[in-house]
């Protein structure tokens, strides 16, 4: 069934983007809750995260996400109330509902009717809160929000006293009256708008419309609210009147033939559609650094990943002109001296140079995000993971203020939930284990993520049971992936990198969490698509880490162009460790490998020149090259004829046309026109037989 929504295509992105940052944080907070279930603090953010879905939700005319939110913000308000306290039943009962919020937010993408209904979670609550009701409870404060079936019809008195005099703590009844622009096309939610904002100042004791009435979306002409509260009329007077299209606001003190001066506001220039908006950017669960001026909200600008990559491709384009015009130069300067016309050009080229760089950075900084809106999901993946498990398990992450480009995280994201999945899995123990082994009860994975090198580095860490390099030789033998004279010959470091094999899993049976072998091999896939490379460090008995080394953008590379005969490569700096010049002398053989000695250590080398069937035009070489690079734990020396410099090259995909080509990830297009192709270095490795 369709559903039409009070919201326009300009706000929706804002809305989307609000409603997914509260509902993650909600997820956070309630793993935390479990662990922290005194904090405060924690408490009251999740109320607030909550309070702001609803209010988002409610004047976008969507009654099925308010009534939930209503609901979750109710169970917080019991448990800052002590109601009842923290347990895994609620944590459950809460967690169930931002999954159903998730699903009632693509309605509002689709415009669609999902299958889902939020009544039975919503009846969930109620029973909850009637099981655990006491007599003790009864006696608190009525919630700070009214239910949805709050009716207008009669105003109880204030409490601690009666006829608008105080009560003990200061509180005291207010009544507001105010009138809604005629004009306005989304009346239904400026009067929502009115109901949030008395409710962050106090109690409503009465109002009309109620708020079922208002969740109908049917238009509001005149809204009327008994507010107990202990701020001054003023102020309230003051939040209210920053409400557009409302035309006139009374407040007074309850009884009262005089209110306060009115304040009389003329219709703003721009329409309602805004409503969402202004209070998606306004929401109260992201309090403003600068004390909630307005300035604050207009200084961000929200805007299209597709723009973004726009952008991205024209500075590339960019870069590829200012290396054309770096030769140019150089040509010049090279064939005339002294030529005033050429040294304007040269500064006319450096100053262009200096730009382009500022562009691109300023350009990568936009496109940048912290990795942690990738790794906060995981304390709630974790927690459901272990639960099916039957394990106990923390998460902890550091680093999630890491900056990475967009569409590097799109790319790790698959790679970390395996890893993830697999520590929880595979290295940690049962909790029987952990106490037979001395180890606390609860196990740990530790996320972690850091710039090094111009490069980002991301661990996976457990302080499990560590991976058996000998339990591998056997199982990687029992599948008939390899002879046991094969496997006998790995070393231990070897044998534990056989868990990247195709297939090859150490699961005994197939669970929900792992046991297809289908995990690992995609993780290093994965990343090795895209220039990076994955290690593995393990102790029995005490854990196990992998490690993560990638680019910090997937547009624009920089690397190394060498030359081999007639053709350019360019090799990811990220790979690269150092250069190397070799004589004939340098090269040495063993089993029939070429090998140098590197600072007395053996270095494998692979000849591009062999490996292409590139022509020998030059049938003696004087002097070769070597470029060590490292992928994974192997360190190998590509031969070359020549360095022609390091360059930031736009990558460029090779097309169907030609399709993949063994050991080349991509092309770009050089500032002389000509075309050089991009190295995938650990494909390169397997082509040249070097696992």
Known sequence: ???????????????????????????????????????????????????????????????????????????????????????????DLCLDAIDGLRLLRDEVVEGVRSDFDPQGLIAGFADFNAAQASPAASCQAAPASPPPALEGSSSPAAPGGSNGDSGANGSHP????????????????????????????????????????????????????????????EKVLEKLKHISEVEHICVGKAGEAQPLPALEKSPPPLPAPEAAASAATAGAARPRSNGGSAKSV??????????????????????????????????????????????????????????????????????????????????????????????????????????????????????????????????????????????PERGTVTLNAWHEQGRIILTVADDGRGIDANFLRKKVVKKGLMTAEEAASLSDEQAVELIFLPGFSTAEKVTDISGRGVGMDIVQTNIQRVNGSIHIETALGRG?????????????????????????????????????????????????????????????LVHLRELYALRDEEKAHKRLFAVVIQSGKHRVGLVVDAFMGEEEVVVKSLGKFVGEVPGISSAAILGDGSITLIVDVPALLRLAGIH
């Open 174 to 233: 207010l009544d507001i009256s105010a009138l809604i622009d005629p004009r306005s096309i989304a009346s239904a939610a400026r009067a929502f708008q009115l109901m949030m904002t008395l409710m962050e100042m106090g109690e409503i004791a009465a109002m009309q419309p109620t708020q079922a009435q208002i969740e109908t979306a049917q238009p509001v002409k005149t809204f009327t609210a008994t507010l107990i509260t202990d701020q001054p009329a």
């Open 1 to 91: 069934m369709q559903i039409v929504f009070d919201i326009s295509q300009d706000e929706l992105p804002i809305f989307l983007a609000e409603v997914d940052e509260h509902l993650q944080t909600l997820d956070e907070i309630l793993v935390q809750l479990e662990h922290r279930s005194e904090d405060a603090d924690l408490l009251q953010n999740a109320f607030r995260a909550a309070h702001t879905l609803k209010g988002m939700s409610g004047m976008i005319g969507h009654p099925r996400m308010t009534a939930l939110t209503h609901a979750l913000e109710t169970a917080f308000d019991g448990l800052r109330k002590h109601n009842y306290s923290v347990s895994t039943a609620l944590i």
């Open 298 to 439: 207009d200084m961000t600008v929200r805007t299209s990943v597709e723009r973004l990559d726009s952008l991205m491709n024209l500075v590339g384009e960019l870069i590829t002109d200012r290396n054309h015009l770096f030769q140019v130069r150089n040509r010049l300067e090279s064939q005339t001296r002294n030529n005033p016309l050429v040294e304007n050009l040269a500064e006319t080229v450096a100053h262009i140079s200096r730009i382009t760089d500022q562009l691109q950075e300023e350009v990568m900084r936009i496109r940048m995000l912290p990795i942690g809106n990738l790794l906060h999901k995981f304390p709630r993946m974790v927690r459901d993971m272990s639960h099916k498990a039957g394990k106990l398990v923390d998460v902890v992450i550091h680093g999630e203020d890491t900056e990475l480009d967009r569409s590097m995280i799109e790319e790790i994201n698959d790679p970390l939930i395996h890893l993830v999945r697999n520590a929880i899995d595979h290295g940690i123990e049962s909790p029987q284990e952990r106490r037979a082994a001395g180890k």
């Open 544 to 604: 196990t880490t992998f490690q993560i080394v990638l680019p910090l953008t997937l547009a624009i590379v920089p690397t190394l162009l060498v030359r081999v005969g007639e053709a350019t490569f360019a090799i990811p700096l990220v790979m690269v460790l150092e250069t190397l010049r070799l004589s004939a002398a340098d090269i040495k053989t063993i089993r029939q490998k070429p090998v140098t000695l590197l600072r007395g250590s053996v270095l494998p």
